[in-house]
């Protein structure tokens, strides 16, 4: 369990085809404290310490997460959002974040406001639903406001307000036009919905 709160930027320093790919990141963490199986969400994705060094640690990519999470995302050379797991007792600062991706969006417009950029992504019919003005929405694990929503035949365009500090300490002060993002839409939307299903059904 997560909270959306960015702690570190990783880079991704190799990767290794195995029966799955073995991916290493560099990292600003204490590895003393990072125990072999913890969880780790990077750029949105929980996945699990399997090796460490002194500043790094490797993870397992399968081939499902692959198919569910952004093109490029894992590369040599990205820099990933990196968030360790939630601990009782930890301020939540953003919202209840699962590191379970649901989807995936493309940046379709990235404009100065201000000194913040207004990020305009589009999101899939199917995540449409669940995507809502003033909700909460993880762009690439870094916990979101929804500013407004626009509904086309398409899905639906949802616009975002990234602030200067948000943009210094994450990666998302690199988004641009056609730059695709991991999505998770907040839990309460999501069992809404589960709610909604059931009761329609009975």
């Not at 399997?50 to 999470?69: I, M, P, Q, R, Y």
């Not at 919202?95 to 969006?105: A, E």
């Not at 695709?180 to 809404?192: F, G, K, P, S």
Request: aromatic letters at 4%.
């Amino acid at each position: 369990m997560f909270t959306g709160i960015v702690s570190d930027i990783g880079t991704i320093e190799s990767l290794d085809q195995r029966g799955d790919l073995r991916v290493k990141i560099k990292c600003g963490y204490d590895m003393d404290s990072v125990d072999m199986g913890a969880s780790i969400a990077c750029s949105g994705v929980c996945l699990t310490v399997v090796d460490k060094g002194a500043d790094w640690f490797a993870v397992d990519v399968s081939g499902e997460t692959l198919s569910c999470t952004a093109q490029g995302q894992f590369t040599a050379g990205r820099r990933i959002n990196l968030e360790r797991a939630l601990k009782v007792g930890d301020e939540l600062g953003g919202h209840i974040v699962t590191g379970h991706v649901d989807g995936v969006g493309e940046v379709v417009s990235s404009t100065a406001a201000g000194d913040s950029w207004a990020v305009v992504i589009r999101v899939s019919r199917e995540l449409a639903p669940f995507v809502a003005a003033k909700g909460s929405i993880t762009v690439d694990g870094v916990s979101l406001t929804v500013n407004a929503v626009a509904d086309d035949e398409a899905g639906a365009l949802f616009t975002l307000n990234i602030i200067p500090h948000t943009a210094q300490v994450t990666s998302l002060g690199e988004l641009a036009v056609g730059r695709t993002v991991n999505l998770e839409i907040d839990i309460l939307a999501r069992y809404l919905a589960r709610m909604e299903k059931v009761r329609s059904l009975a």
